[in-house]
């Protein structure tokens, strides 16, 4: 069995030896860039992978086109900052020897400014990720895209290791981005908001990471991650509620 890895990158140059290099036991790897200017397209022809340069279509539209440059029986999809572990890699080619299912879900360990978060609803996180190709597609959404299956999955034991947020600052610069096309998704589709909703919504998101999932288990960065999320929804739909007057206007 041929296995393809997929990524999509932007201004990835820091993460993508070591995201590549724990992939290195692929037949191919397959890099689709929109308007990287740090050296990540050169750095990916330089390790070998297939690179296509493009615009950006959104998140969903993206993956999709990755995907259609597979050429491996099976795909596994990645993001530039997270890395197969040996046992992972050990794993995919154990399965893929002798695969019971067309499409397996792979849990995540996920670092936050350093440390590694177990508990706040992070872990174990299972996403779908390794499919025989042809039997899926990415959801066509600019945001929070995922893999449209609808047959039957395993789950493997071994994990990946996502290496999202490395501080503070790129937390913050990962909220704004995301609950601006968040809501711009939203308004899209003909949802409303306010700012007291929008308040509420933030609020609940931290009590519900912090109190319900227990983030406080995970100590400092447990609260920094509650905060952050909770005034991440808060903007999300505060620029949805900007969004619905400027329609209104």
């Not at 290195?24 to 990540?40: E, K, L, N, P, Y």
């Not at 795909?75 to 530039?80: M, R």
């Not at 109190?211 to 920094?224: A, P, V």
Request: charged content about 25%; overall charge positive.
């Amino acid at each position: 069995m041929r296995l393809s890895v997929i990524l999509i990158t932007k201004n990835e140059a820091a993460n993508l030896r070591a995201c590549l290099a724990s992939v290195a036991f692929a037949d191919q790897i397959v890099v689709v860039d929109s308007g990287s200017t740090d050296g990540t397209v050169a750095l990916a022809h330089e390790l070998g992978a297939t690179v296509l340069e493009t615009d950006w279509p959104g998140f969903g539209r993206q993956k999709n086109r990755a995907l259609d440059l597979a050429d491996g029986d099976w795909v596994l999809s990645i993001d530039a900052d997270e890395r197969v572990t040996p046992a992972l890699a050990a794993e995919i080619q154990q399965i893929l020897a002798a695969p019971q299912f067309d499409a397996y879900e792979i849990p995540r360990l996920s670092s936050y400014c350093g440390r590694f978060i177990r508990h706040s609803g992070w872990w174990p996180d299972p996403v779908l990720r390794l499919f025989k190709r042809g039997v899926a597609r990415f959801t066509d959404v600019p945001v929070h895209e995922r893999v449209d299956f609808a047959g039957a999955k395993g789950r493997l034991q071994a994990w990946f290791e996502h290496y999202t947020y490395p501080d503070l600052d790129s937390a913050l610069i990962k909220m704004n981005r995301y609950s601006t096309d968040a809501a711009q998704a939203m308004h899209a589709r003909g949802k409303k908001s306010s700012l007291p909703g929008a308040l509420a919504r933030g609020f609940w998101t931290f009590i519900r990471i912090y109190l319900l999932r227990r983030g406080f288990l995970d100590g400092r960065e447990g609260f920094l991650l509650a905060v952050t999320a909770g005034v991440g929804n808060f903007y999300r739909y505060a620029k949805l509620a900007q969004l619905n007057r400027q329609t209104r206007a």
